[in-house]
């Protein structure tokens, strides 16, 4: 599966983004996707994951918790990341990443994660 990741852009303190994970040659449809982010300098951390099993299930990082969401349209083979009230410290690279070996789902560690697209910045001014 190829996955391309964009959305991204220059934005002030306090707004919203929505990130978008587009994927093509297969469905994602059995695949575990998730978010991750790497700020300059800095090591690429995990944001959020969602399952296309067991209704959708997700989890987030704590520091993203209630300001970010993460969804799927499966017929539009997309995963979204909507981020509201962004933060200067939320200013990273953007990565989108999908698995389908059910082993990941709950894991936080970007080697679990056989597929990636190339990165979206998002840049939050204070």
């Known amino acids: 599966v190829q996955l391309q990741a964009y959305g991204g852009g220059l934005l002030q303190a306090g707004g919203s983004l929505r990130l978008s994970c587009a994927a093509s040659g297969r469905t994602l449809t059995s695949y575990i996707v998730g978010w991750f982010r790497q700020a300059p300098g800095k090591e690429r951390v995990f944001v959020a994951a969602i399952t296309w099993g067991n209704g959708g299930g997700t989890y987030y990082v704590d520091s993203v918790k209630g300001r970010f969401t993460i969804s799927r349209d499966n017929a539009k083979k997309t995963v979204y990341l909507q981020m509201n009230s962004l933060k200067p410290e939320d200013t990273a690279v953007y990565y989108c990443?999908?698995?389908?070996?059910?082993?990941?789902?709950?894991?936080?560690?970007?080697?679990?994660?056989?597929?990636w697209g190339q990165g979206t910045k998002v840049t939050v001014s204070s």
């Open positions: 990443a999908a698995d389908e070996r059910s082993t990941t789902w709950g894991s936080r560690a970007s080697y679990d994660y056989n597929y």
